[in-house]
């Protein structure tokens, strides 16, 4: 899994990470990177995800990961041989909280289709049958940040490519602007074969110039990743934090022979200290 800041601005937040072997650095950012994904329960970059759902009779469904970028397709009923497949428009979406319902008027429009009591799922306590389980597939793209497709195929290497668009509204978020700049990460047909992350090299107000592993097809999807201020700093935090521990086996510790105090190690705050608990608070998704 990709790291959610780089050796760059983990060293620029925190000064004292310049002198830090570079390998070191490298598997202590890693290592805070998945540190944080599972206090947040978020994985954060930018990604395709197919998910199944059991119908359970509610008016809506929540998604597992938030803020959703798109909906690629909703498919009821996957597994028969007539699956009913929705588009993004036939739905009501709430991004940051990862809620989608279907909009009640699209109902019409499917012959045979189990409309009972107006929603996604079916209907509880009416006599009706609820949904069976996995019933509902649905193709989604997730993560804090902005999604944009290719509009010509991509070669490998060092390619040029012109996008649908070079900036944008973020759709997770309506006050987010995005822009494909140098130094911009992006992931190209993310949940495929052909997956892969790449840094911007240089970018014109229409196009952008990458290097590239594999070669993709027109119209493939471009994630583009833009993770949050106070994420990225508490990730530099807590990569600080795990390098400049002081000796875990002691209480207590001198700062020197010359200094005439003594500081307490504090156990249990050790890497995740108030300060980066703080900074986390507002990501954390507490539904388990």
């Not at 602007?177 to 949940?191: K, R, Y």
């Not at 510790?253 to 200094?259: A, F, H, I, L, Y």
Request: hydrophobic share 45%; with cysteine.
């Amino acid at each position: 899994m990709a790291d959610l800041i780089t050796s760059t601005y983990a060293q620029q937040a925190v000064p004292a990470l310049a002198a830090v072997n570079s390998s070191t650095l490298a598997s202590c950012l890693s290592a805070a990177s998945g540190m944080i994904r599972r206090y947040c329960r978020r994985n954060f970059i930018p990604t395709r995800y197919i998910e199944l759902h059991d119908a359970t009779g509610e008016l809506f469904l929540m998604l597992r990961q938030a803020p959703v970028l798109g909906i690629n397709s909703l498919t009821l009923f996957p597994d028969t041989s007539n699956p009913i497949v929705m588009t993004a428009d036939q739905l009501d979406i709430r991004p940051q909280v990862g809620r989608i319902s279907i909009k009640p008027e699209v109902a019409a429009g499917f012959s045979g289709f189990p409309w009972i009591g107006g929603g996604l799922l079916g209907t509880r306590g009416m006599g009706f049958s609820v949904w069976p389980l996995n019933a509902i597939q649905v193709d989604y793209n997730a993560g804090y940040g902005f999604i944009t497709q290719s509009s010509a195929p991509i070669a490998a290497g060092n390619s040029t490519v012109t996008p649908a668009a070079m900036t944008g509204q973020t759709p997770a978020d309506d006050l987010s602007p995005w822009a494909i700049a140098p130094g911009t990460i992006l992931t190209l047909d993310a949940g495929n074969a052909g997956a892969e992350s790449a840094t911007v090299l240089t970018a014109s107000p229409t196009a952008f110039t990458a290097s590239f592993a594999n070669a993709h097809g027109a119209g493939c999807q471009i994630l583009g990743w833009q993770i949050p201020d106070d994420l990225q700093l508490a990730c530099a935090l807590l990569v600080g934090n795990m390098i400049n521990q002081p000796d875990l086996t002691k209480l207590r510790e001198s700062m020197g022979k010359t200094v005439g105090y003594e500081y307490v190690v504090r156990n249990g705050d050790l890497l995740f200290t108030p300060e980066i608990l703080n900074l986390l608070s507002r990501y954390r998704d507490i539904v388990v």
